[in-house]
């Protein structure tokens, strides 16, 4: 029997691959509906689907599901990001984005970012344009300059704005890869 892991991977592989999903487990059971692809749990209902005709790519994960945390960091194995806000549904949107050669992509509530920001810090303060930490924002990747905590809302300063976040809300950023890390324990999945 698959782990919920292997399953929910093997999920993301066929959809990007525009193959029929038909899996299933304790937990998840994931098949073809028409032209989508959905993973139901089985406590749930649909916590992920795909439509396999829709360019670009596009997942939606049920925002308020158990299994979330799961499902955002398999479709981040796989360069998927999350791309824009929660729809009527309560499902928020992944697209495809590979991140520039030497980061690690994450998409976490602020609160992780703020926790990275701090073993970072020390580069924002020696250098011009920090380039450890990167935010998306307006489709594109900026160097983070400052993060500061005020009022339980957190402001990252980039190159040329502002942007304003409570601790929950979800973020999209990269790390700059540790290269010595990276040849003691490679994590690349291929896709």
């Known amino acids: 029997m698959l ?6 991977r093997n999920f993301v592989k066929n959809s990007i691959q525009k193959k029929e999903a038909l899996l299933s487990n304790s937990i998840f ?9 959905q993973l139901r749990a089985k ?10 005709n829709q360019i670009p790519t596009q997942f939606l994960i049920k925002s308020d599901s158990e299994h979330w ?8 194995e796989y360069n998927f ?13 992944y697209q ?3 991140p520039p050669e030497g980061y690690q992509m994450n998409c976490t509530k602020s609160v992780v ?29 900026y160097p983070i300059r400052d993060l500061i905590l005020s009022n339980g809302f957190m402001y990252i300063k980039t190159l040329g704005s502002e942007i304003t976040l409570s601790e929950n809300d979800l973020v999209t950023w990269l790390n700059k890869i540790d290269v010595n890390q990276t040849k003691q324990n490679p994590l690349k999945i291929k896709n």
């Not at 970012?113 to 307006?138: D, F, Q, S």
Request: a positive charge.
């Open 3 to 8: 782990s919920d892991i292997d399953l929910v």
């Open 29 to 37: 059971i994931a098949e073809k509906v028409y032209n989508n692809n």
């Open 43 to 52: 406590k749930e209902g649909i916590i992920l689907n795909i439509k396999l």
């Open 69 to 76: 945390d799961l499902m955002n960091n398999v479709l981040g």
């Open 81 to 93: 990001i999350l791309t824009g806000e929660i729809d009527s549904f309560g499902f928020y949107p």
């Open 96 to 98: 495809h984005c590979q």
């Open 113 to 141: 970012l703020w926790r990275a920001w701090w073993k970072y810090k020390k580069y924002a303060i020696r250098r011009t344009i920090p380039l450890e930490l990167l935010i998306r924002t307006r489709n594109s990747w």
